[in-house]
């Protein structure tokens, strides 16, 4: 599966950014999809995740702000980010993959910039 994410860019805090992942090439229900992150110096990060079967986790630093979905008509995933903080500053990226743990199909990331 071929992943183009789009959405990022500079926001001041406690804005709002809605990313977008598409997908091409394979059969997108299938797939469990997640939004990894990465800060310059600082180890990759799960945001959140949404199983084939609508199953969602987030990381304890986004609940409440972050919401992840899934449009498998559009072979499309999504993260509608609020009250966005400094912190959230970082590249994002979308994974896919059919087995969980398995490295899967990655984007090319996105990045995402919270400052005034």
């Known amino acids: 599966v071929q992943l183009v994410e789009s959405g990022g860019g500079l926001v001041q805090p406690g804005g709002s950014l809605r990313l977008s992942c598409a997908a091409s090439?394979?059969?997108?229900?299938?797939?469990?999809l997640a939004w990894p992150r990465q800060a310059l110096g600082w180890q990759r990060e799960l945001v959140a995740r949404i199983s084939r079967s609508g199953t969602i986790d987030y990381a304890d630093s986004v609940k409440g702000r972050f919401t992840i979905s899934r449009d498998n008509a559009k072979n499309t995933a999504y993260l509608q980010m609020n009250s966005l903080k400094p912190e959230d500053t970082a590249v994002y990226f979308c994974?896919?993959?059919?087995?969980?743990?398995?490295?899967?199909?990655w984007g090319q990331g996105t990045q995402v910039t919270v400052s005034s």
């Open positions: 994974n896919a993959v059919l087995v969980p743990g398995s490295f899967g199909s």
């Open positions: 090439g394979t059969t997108f229900s299938l797939y469990n």
